[in-house]
């Protein structure tokens, strides 16, 4: 990986890339040890079909592959016609004409038909009866039939409808968990925390596989909106037994591997040394879940063992493939510049001075400029407590005396207070005329 | 028998023939006269001025003179004229007696909007500024020698009170466009503290308080006190408000641009001045807030933001009359990013600090094809003209080399670093004035509050449920 990269973007072709992919600094994923079918296979349902359509959109070589494993998924976890033919129709554009399985295709329309018929006639029933459980149980059976569809939108206000038939907090906590379900499918993470915020307001002290399931829900949806703090206070608190217990993974939504590179990455990008180490590397809990990525677990040890260089090598073979990830994907760029912030912060800590050449060559930035301007925007940023001089070619370690910086927090403190009390003294002498009883007026000699 | 019957002033003069007049004679006889009073004359007549003017002595009736000498400048028409207008002005400021005007506040109203339609700025400042002179010295001289009577005069400091005089003295001063003008007022008449408005300003007393400060920050700011300057438009927010005013707009304007200029940073309004208003004013000033934004960037930046948008706000700026505050604003715009810089870099090359922070795009810049060695050459005489000891030149084989130093700095905060101005010993003992200085000033302010809270103590309703005896002694 060439660190001349570092801030640049490439493109990559791709037939029908969605609007809202963002070109990263990676030029090609290293596929050579990727297999694409044990990667998906680990998934299913929407999410298997929304990852492989995600990476057939931005990797040519591994499109056709990944169109094929999308509409096997289709037709074997949904009904979804109109899904089934849009990726046909990719399909059809990568590789040449594909027979249509037209079989199927009147299959699913008899079964969406008929199963929309059936789950209607019993929501009417229940209603009719006013069998809220029965009811609740249709309305959740037709967002499901909905969801399966791909009327993910719709699926959510039929989940919504029926808080109507809910008799318990069970019954809500079980329905805003089933929307946090759906929403992830589709990555929306913002409704997934806010349907999971709902869960645990509505329910403070769940039952230990709820809760396991909520912060797993969370680590994914805080790391799918970059919210890298949140990702490692719920990494901290999990654990993988219950976890594991849960049987969430076996949903094929997420993966134990998605939990270790989430809390790798998190922890990179805003930990120091000694945090990481003490919350993530000495997690046993967590240590875990890294068990499944020995990647993860050899970078965050190079990281921590201050062998920077080849902590960035690492960092940039999994972001390389992270590219095709679409929770990881929108995040490749922030977590390697935060990555590498992060590196520079601790690489300039304990000396007196610095070469700058010398922190270039061992950092692998392309220049002495661009290291130059990262250092300019950590020390304005306050991050890095220094001065560059750049005549020299060195950054000083700039220590304030304490006394020094005293006096002039107290300077400053004193030129705001001396400002506003002379203005407040003019607004005192007129309030105090306007609304004194006795009349305002010039004392003088009589 | 009427010595005066036959003169156009002979009611008047027949009553200051009195003089001096009790207070009661005086609101019996001589104010309802000057309440409906009607230039007799319908053109200047120097003979018939000149005879009032000297049938009547300004020491024993303030109130018929001033008069008198206010129909002189209403009436003046050519220079001769304005001369012998002049001359009745200046006996009145050298003779007349506060006192007098106190029984009759409006007449100082008056004479203030007869000067300031005289025409000639100039004049009427002088005049405006020998009458404000002399009322300062009576306010503040009546102010010390009856100070065994400090319970009754608790809360005030210099004694001086706003007149309308004052304002239209500072008016005009910046309609004068005078630099000894400029000078005397400010150090006569708008450097003194005032201890509020009291009854020689009436109507809209807010506005006469904005008004002022206004026209006092524009005299500071042409004679290049900008924290004068600043404190007095800083004044104009002081007061509570109902609507916003276009004084203070205008005032808004022009201290964002000085702030900026001075400081480098944001100028922000008192906490105390109403969001609602705060909102209402950036709105009027929407094109200074945004040129305020791209001055005042966090660390090292480009000028060139900065200069194109004072580019573009040409217009805006000519319309509001602020394109000298504006030049002034450019001028002193590249020291404050230079000083940022130093918040990054210890040293570096001119050249490249040229490039960081775009000097090129500067107006002080060489405009010869903007050729680096000129720009370069520009950027030096700018860092020698800044004079700032936290900023050295250092010129050797190497090229010229800006080092950063910290000023005031009693420990070196750089490894191997000298420090500024004979080391730390210096620097301790400029410490030590400055926060010596504070402590007076902090002293002072303190005393002024606890006067201010004994003179609200004092006031009637207070003092009668007040469990102090000695005040409610005094109730």
Redesign the interface.
């Given at each position: 990986m060439n660190s001349d990269d570092f801030g640049g973007s490439v493109n990559i072709s791709r037939p029908g890339a969605s609007d809202e992919y963002r070109g990263t600094m990676y030029a090609k994923p290293a596929l050579e040890q990727f297999s694409l079918s044990k990667y998906l296979n680990e998934y299913q349902g929407r999410v298997k079909i929304r990852r492989a359509l995600y990476l057939g959109e931005r990797c040519p070589e591994l499109s056709v592959e990944s169109y094929r494993i999308a509409l096997s998924e289709i037709k074997s976890s949904t009904t979804d016609i109109n899904l089934h033919d849009r990726v046909l129709k990719n399909l059809e554009q990568l590789s040449g004409p594909v027979a249509s399985d037209v079989e199927w295709v009147s299959l699913a329309r008899k079964a969406n038909n008929s199963a929309f018929d059936v789950l209607m006639a019993e929501l009417n029933r229940a209603k009719q009866h006013h069998i809220k459980k029965d009811a609740l149980r249709a309305q959740e059976g037709l967002a499901h039939h909905k969801a399966k569809l791909g009327n993910v939108n719709e699926a959510l206000r039929t989940l919504q409808d029926a808080r109507d038939y809910c008799s318990s907090v069970d019954d809500q906590v079980s329905l805003a968990l089933q929307s946090a379900w759906i929403s992830q499918t589709m990555g929306k993470w913002l409704q997934v925390n806010s349907y999971v915020q709902r869960v645990v307001s509505s329910l403070p002290a769940q039952p230990v596989k709820m809760a396991a399931e909520i912060k797993v829900l969370q680590i994914q949806a805080d790391f799918g909106e970059g919210r890298w703090s949140a990702v490692i206070n719920n990494v901290k608190e999990l654990s993988y037994d219950d976890t594991m217990s849960t049987g969430i993974f076996e949903r094929g939504s997420l993966t134990p591997q998605d939990i270790a590179v989430y809390g790798t990455l998190a922890g990179l990008a805003v930990l120091q040394r000694d945090s990481l180490k003490q919350q993530i590397i000495d997690n046993a809990e967590f240590g875990k879940f890294l068990d499944y990525i020995p990647e993860c677990s050899r970078l965050l040890r190079l990281f921590y063992n201050s062998a920077y260089s080849d902590a960035l090598s690492g960092l940039d073979a999994i972001l390389s493939l992270g590219v095709l990830d679409p929770v990881i994907a929108p995040h490749t760029a922030t977590l390697r510049s935060q990555f590498v912030e992060n590196v520079v912060v601790l690489y300039t800590q304990p000396f007196?001075?610095t070469s700058l050449s010398a922190m270039a060559k061992a950092l692998s930035f392309g220049s002495t400029s661009q290291l130059e301007a990262m250092l300019?925007?950590l020390?304005?940023k306050n991050l890095i407590s220094g001065?560059?001089?750049?005549?020299?070619g060195y950054l000083?370690?700039?220590?304030?005396?304490p006394?020094?910086q005293t006096?002039e927090t107290?300077?400053s403190m004193?030129s705001s207070f001396?400002?506003?009390?002379?203005?407040?003294?003019?607004?005192?002498?007129?309030?105090?005329?306007?609304t004194?009883?006795?009349?305002?007026?010039?004392?003088?000699?009589? | 028998m009427n010595l005066f019957r036959g003169s156009a002033y002979s009611n008047l003069l027949s009553v200051a023939e009195r003089a001096p007049l009790s207070i009661a004679k005086t609101h019996s006889l001589l104010v309802p006269l000057l309440q409906g009073w009607r230039v007799p004359l319908q053109e200047f007549n120097a003979d018939e001025l000149n005879r009032a003017l000297g049938r009547v002595d300004p020491a024993r009736c303030t109130l018929a003179y001033a008069q008198i000498a206010i129909d002189c400048v209403v009436l003046c028409r050519t220079s001769e004229h304005a001369e012998l207008a002049a001359q009745a002005v200046r006996r009145l400021a050298g003779e007349g007696q506060?006192?007098q005007f106190?029984e009759y506040p409006a007449m100082l109203q008056r004479l203030a909007d007869a000067l300031g339609r005289i025409g000639e700025p100039g004049l009427a400042c002088s005049l405006l500024a020998d009458v404000a002179e002399s009322l300062i010295a009576q306010?503040a001289a009546?102010r010390i020698?009856?100070e065994q009577?400090a319970e009754?005069?608790l809360?005030?400091n210099s004694g001086v009170?706003l007149t309308p005089v004052h304002i239209e003295c500072a008016r005009q001063c910046v309609l004068a466009r005078s630099l000894a003008l400029h000078q005397r007022v400010a150090s006569q008449v708008l450097s003194v503290a005032?201890?509020?408005?009291?009854?020689?300003v009436g109507g809209q007393?807010?506005r006469a308080?904005m008004e002022y400060n206004y026209y006092a920050g524009m005299v500071f700011a042409a004679l290049g006190e900008a924290d004068a300057a600043l404190?007095a438009w800083?004044?104009v927010?002081?007061?509570?408000a109902r609507h916003v005013s276009a004084i203070s707009i205008a005032a808004y304007k022009r201290r964002a641009l000085l702030h900026v200029a001075r400081h480098g940073t944001k100028p922000k309004l008192?906490?105390?001045f109403a969001s609602a208003h705060a909102r209402t004013i950036e709105g009027h000033a929407a094109a200074y807030v945004a040129l305020v934004d791209v001055c005042c960037p966090?660390?090292?930046a480009s000028l060139a933001p900065a200069v194109a948008k004072v580019t573009e706000m040409r217009n805006v700026l000519q319309n509001d009359e602020n394109a000298g505050l504006a030049r002034h604003l450019l001028h002193e715009l590249p020291a404050h990013y230079i000083r940022r810089c130093g918040?990054?870099?210890?040293?570096?090359?001119v050249e490249?600090l040229a490039e960081l922070i775009g000097f090129s795009t500067h107006p002080l810049a060489a405009t010869r094809g903007r050729e680096a060695v000129d720009v370069v050459g520009a950027l030096v005489r700018y860092i020698r003209d800044m004079n700032d000891p936290g900023v050295a030149l250092d010129e050797s084989a190497?090229g010229v080399?800006v080092r950063?130093m910290?000023v005031?700095?009693?420990?070196s905060?750089?490894?191997n670093?000298a420090l500024l101005g004979g080391g730390g010993a210096g620097a301790e003992r400029q410490?030590m004035e400055?926060?010596q200085m504070?402590v007076a000033?902090?002293t002072a302010?303190r005393g002024?509050?606890e006067e201010?809270d004994r003179?609200?103590a004092l006031?009637?309703?207070y003092a009668v449920g007040s469990r102090d005896k000695t005040l409610s002694n005094s109730a």
């Open positions: 007196v001075s300019a925007r020390i304005e001065r560059i001089d750049a005549v020299s000083l370690k700039y220590t304030l005396d006394r020094d006096l107290i300077e004193y001396s400002d506003q009390a002379d203005v407040m003294l003019a607004r005192i002498h007129y309030l105090e005329e306007e004194a009883t006795h009349k305002p007026r010039y004392e003088g000699r009589r | 506060l006192q106190l306010m009546d020698s009856t009577d009754q005069r809360g005030r009170r005032l201890d509020g408005l009291g009854s020689l007393r807010g308080f404190r800083q004044r927010f002081a007061l509570p008192p906490p105390f966090a660390g090292v918040s990054v870099y210890a040293s570096l090359h490249r190497m080399v950063f910290p005031r700095a009693t420990v905060a750089l490894p670093s410490w400055a926060v504070k000033e902090a302010l002024r509050l201010l003179h609200l006031t009637k309703e």
